[in-house]
């Protein structure tokens, strides 16, 4: 009896060494826990994620769930659908739309769509390679030259940070300025000025930050109600516009007009190139922001692969992968009819929409086919539909935000802590935070016109510079180190596709900082600072981590304590992770 219990202590303790030297393994780096293999190539460090279930490939790279798996496939792509939100969106883009003709508006949204479509289906891959909120800034550790990686990362995240804040800043000042143009069609002398269009603002983000403070199940609820509110929206404008302009005897534009229409309002540009520059941003910028379900990925529910399916038609592959491009894909359509519909009912006369004195341009559209009472209906509906948008985007930003203090990429190590902190499984301080970075940046509006563009611009320019930087390293210096996940369209589409949405990217990077005139035209008032502000705060990140933030991020920083990854991951997931990383050291 005795040699057998000293043979079966032997057997145990064996058991544990083994064990610990597996864990030894798989935990390079223990100072920062991270959860990494180590490559013989280059000593570059790459994080391996095995499981197709993505609670378990979170795990896997280094992070315990925190916050609830509440958003289904659905609700994912109703966060992405909402903050595109289609027609108000394209009445915040309205004048520019149609100030390089009707052709600008149709065309351009179609080549624009196309284009965002690439960028969409290769971030939906890297997503599901890191389903965390970190994916953007985590693959760009994960791929970038081991010396600068935690400069490179920390600039991308910054950056993709400030964009999103950005993006709930033209949201919701868009917002503002329809609920304005709803008081100036009944009060025409009323005048809008910077600071009641800031006093709304600030309004409105404290209104919508408190409900992204509520439960995970009342914002999933808030997200499918968004949804409907602009499907509805629609397909009222779809309905209504075109059955009033007939009654009211007016006539439609043709299809010459619709699809051939150029116009040169407000520039001393060429013809070609102002249409160039204009086309492809209303599109832009309203199919933007939806690498929001890449940072709501945490709160995703996964589910077993369909077999047979083929993955684009699959949900289950990856619930973010699936709401990006499926979120895409409908407000390309959509908003290409929509701006069909617009072109044909607009009047023969498209310098008197461009020329409107009211705030934005499409309130001229409905006044001329509708009336004073449908356009105000339409307007409060859009202004309805554009807080919810705002509140959907503001959500996204904070899980950024707190992604971010989680890898101590905040500023100072006590701000990092605090906004890192979770509260009842919602990340509440960093909802606080993003809100109070939307409410600062919000105040370029006091520059005017031009700095109020240029925020518009930042939302698509530092989205943009974020997100071209982990792709554009995948298909170059990190091209052999790709593991793909569930949503993958295989060797040769894949790379093929990213290419392409490097060159869109980079080409729409250079538009939307070019100025709508040149030469003597060219003033303080129409400059367009988008290429100051938009790298300047890339060039701002960087100095700051060289200065100080070097002390604090060093790249992912896992939540998990050795012992705590070891019971997650078991000894059948480490197993799993040394057998693919023997896989990947053979090829």
């Known amino acids: 009896m005795p040699s057998d219990s000293s043979s079966s202590k032997s057997a145990e303790l064996e058991k544990n060494n083994l064990t610990q030297s597996r864990t030894n393994v798989i935990v390079s780096d223990v100072s920062q826990q991270l959860r990494t293999v180590m490559s013989k190539k280059g000593d570059r460090r790459i994080q391996i994620v095995t499981s197709d279930n993505q609670q378990l490939a979170l795990e896997e790279l280094g992070y315990k769930q925190e916050l609830l798996r509440t958003y289904t496939w659905y609700e994912m792509f109703g966060v992405c659908f909402s903050i595109m939100g289609l027609m108000p969106s394209i009445g915040s883009t309205s004048y520019q739309a149609f100030s390089s003709g009707a052709s600008s508006a149709t065309w351009g949204w179609l080549a624009g769509s196309v284009g965002i479509l690439t960028i969409g289906i290769a971030l939906a891959e890297i997503g599901s390679s890191f389903p965390t909120a970190s994916a953007i800034y985590l693959a760009t550790w994960n791929w970038s030259p081991p010396k600068y990686r935690n400069l490179i990362s920390y600039a991308v995240g910054f950056t993709d940070t400030v964009s999103l804040s950005a993006s709930v800043c033209s949201i919701t000042s868009g917002c503002a300025s329809q609920i304005y143009s709803c008081v100036q069609l009944y009060n025409p002398d009323f005048v809008v000025t ?29 997200q499918n109600l968004s949804s409907i509110t602009n499907i509805f929206l629609l397909l009222l404008v779809f309905v209504a516009l075109p059955a009033a302009t007939h009654r009211n005897g007016i006539p439609f534009n043709d ?74 894909i409908a407000c390309g359509i959509l908003g290409w009819l929509m701006m ?39 307007m409060s509906l859009m202004a309805w539909s554009s807080l919810l948008m705002a509140q959907s985007c503001l959500l996204s930003t904070s899980r950024q935000f707190w992604a971010m203090a989680r890898d101590y990429g905040i500023p100072t190590k006590f701000g990092s802590k605090f906004f890192a902190k979770v509260w009842h499984n919602q990340p509440i301080n960093a909802m606080i935070g993003s809100s109070a970075l939307s409410l600062i940046l919000g105040l370029l509006m006091f520059g005017g016109d031009a700095c109020s563009a240029a925020l518009f611009s930042l939302s698509i320019c530092g989205m943009y510079m974020a997100i071209i930087v982990p792709i554009f390293l995948r298909i170059t210096y990190a091209r052999k180190d790709f593991s793909p996940g569930t949503f993958y369209l295989g060797k040769f589409w894949s790379p093929f596709i990213s290419w392409c ?26 400059m367009n600072y988008t290429v100051v502000i938009g790298p300047g705060f890339t060039l701002l990140a960087m100095i700051h981590y060289q200065l100080y933030q070097h002390k604090y991020y060093k790249g992912p920083h896992s939540n998990l304590s050795d012992e705590e990854y070891l019971e997650l991951m078991g000894e059948e997931g480490i197993d799993r992770i040394v057998s693919n990383h023997e896989e990947y050291e053979k090829k």
Not at 255 to 262: G, L, Q, W
Not at 506 to 521: E, H, K, N, S
């Open 194 to 222: 910077n600071g009641n269009t800031y006093g709304l603002y600030a309004a409105l983000i404290i209104f919508v930050a408190v409900f992204g403070c509520m439960s995970s199940s009342i914002n999933a609820k808030i």
């Open 501 to 526: 949405a490097v060159v869109f990217m980079a080409w729409m990077i250079f538009i939307v900082c070019v100025p709508l005139t040149y030469g003597d035209q060219l003033d303080k008032t129409t």
């Open 340 to 378: 069909i519909l617009l072109c044909a009912c607009m009047g023969p006369s498209i310098l008197d929409v461009i020329n409107t004195d009211y705030d934005q341009s499409i309130t001229q559209i409905f006044m001329y086919s509708m009336g004073k009472k449908w356009t105000v209906a339409l």
């Open 255 to 328: 299809a010459k007009f619709i699809f051939t229409n150029v116009e040169k309002a407000g520039t001393n540009w060429p013809s070609g190139w102002y249409w160039l520059i204009n086309s492809f941003q209303p599109a832009v910028w309203t199919i933007g922001a939806f690498d929001a379900a890449i940072h709501m990925q945490e709160e995703s529910i996964p589910k077993e692969r369909i077999k047979g399916r083929p993955i684009l038609l699959d949900p289950a592959a990856s619930p973010a992968s699936f709401g990006i491009i499926s979120s895409i």
